[in-house]
């Protein structure tokens, strides 16, 4: 079993800024990348950010330029910096790892949600 578990989030301004992080553990053998999505109440979950533990990198397109996302290989820790944050950032959000696990099989997890709020 893996799990994830989420901290940072909050209330902000408009304009300002939120680190969120997101550890795994548990029967990880290796981490395939790891990344962040949003869901806003009456919409779909929306891709913000994910890593490859390549240091690879791709962002929503809301998001560019905005956010940042960084990873801790051997922490299995995965960060996304928020910067200049709108109201429509507001959402639950979520972060997710595609792992291979112990017993050597590829599976994709999900932690149970950070709520973002941004304020006019």
């Known amino acids: 079993q893996v799990q994830l578990v989420e901290s940072g989030g909050g209330l902000v301004q408009a304009g300002g800024s939120l680190r969120l992080s997101c550890a795994a553990s548990?029967?990880?053998?290796?981490?395939?990348?790891m990344g962040w999505y949003r869901q806003a109440p009456g919409k779909q979950r929306e891709l913000v950010a994910v890593?490859?533990?390549?240091?690879?990198?791709n962002y929503g397109d809301s998001v560019k330029g905005r956010f940042t996302i960084s990873g801790d290989n051997a922490k299995n820790t995965v960060y996304l910096q928020m910067n200049s944050l709108k109201p429509e950032d507001t959402a639950a959000y979520y972060c997710n790892a595609d792992v291979n696990t112990m017993m050597m099989r590829r599976n994709e997890y999900w932690g149970q949600g950070t709520q973002v709020t941004v304020s006019s």
């Open positions: 890593i490859t533990n390549g240091g690879r990198s």
């Open positions: 548990g029967s990880i053998f290796s981490i395939n990348a």
